[in-house]
């Protein structure tokens, strides 16, 4: 069964380092997404990206926060300077195009660690 | 906006019990629901989803039946294992393209 991948699986970085959180998406999914999740909190949407544009970004993703699709299998997240409050699990979505509100399916997720 | 609200854990139950869990939602439209399962040390999986008005989504034992009257999409199970101890998230989405939303997450602790 297809699933989405991320890598690394835990990434420990000092503050205001650059990180990049690589995803491949489910190969004939057309609809990606990055969300977080702080330690013990609930699933925050940051930034929705459809046909490699940003199509939705919530308050949380500010300037520091990009993403990519730098070729036809990767999608990227990058944080230019991360803060200490950047600590969190990050997981990418994807979902397929057709058909009612499906579901997004979820990689494992990025454990980010910001000393 | 449109949110999720779900019943505050944790919930401990004697292996073999009887599970539910609340959830309800706020959303224009008619949104599809979700319950995604999180196991420890482990990402987000989907356990079930239900796309309109009185369908029931079933997985593993689990069920949840889309109330829009009482716009709840409560999550049960009759006999719960130990193996079903994980963090368990209502969701929704509005359309094809959209973000979800999830509630706050009810950890589920099963005693055998």
């Known amino acids: 069964e297809p699933e989405v991948t991320q890598t690394p699986s835990h990434q420990v970085t000092q503050m205001g380092q650059e990180v990049i959180l690589r995803c491949v998406p489910i190969s004939n999914h057309l609809y990606f997404y990055w969300y977080r999740q702080i330690l013990g909190q609930k699933v925050e949407f940051l930034v929705s990206?459809?046909?490699?544009?940003?199509?939705?970004k919530s308050e949380i993703f500010d300037d520091q926060f990009s993403v990519e699709r730098p070729d036809g299998s990767n999608f990227t997240l990058k944080i230019r300077s991360t803060k200490l409050e950047d600590s969190a699990m990050y997981f990418c979505a994807s979902s397929p195009t057709s058909g009612a509100p499906g579901a997004q399916y979820f990689g494992p997720g990025t454990r980010l660690l910001v000393l | 906006g449109d949110s999720v609200t779900q019943m505050e854990g944790p919930v401990t139950l004697s292996e073999e019990a009887f599970l539910t869990i609340n959830c309800t939602y706020t959303?224009?439209?008619?949104?599809?629901l979700f319950w995604y399962v999180q196991y420890p040390g482990e990402g987000l999986q989907l356990l079930l989803k239900?796309?309109?008005?009185?369908d029931k989504g079933s997985n593993k034992g689990f069920e949840a039946t889309y109330r829009k009257e009482t716009t709840s999409f409560h999550l049960e199970k009759g006999s719960v294992q130990v193996s079903d101890s994980a963090v368990y998230f209502c969701?929704?989405?509005?359309?094809?393209?959209?973000?979800?939303?999830f509630g706050k997450g009810t950890r589920l602790h099963i005693l055998p």
């Open positions: 959303a224009t439209g008619y949104p599809s």
């Open positions: 969701a929704l989405r509005k359309s094809r393209d959209d973000k979800i939303i």
């Open positions: 990206f459809y046909n490699n544009e940003i199509s939705e």
């Open positions: 239900a796309t309109k008005a009185d």
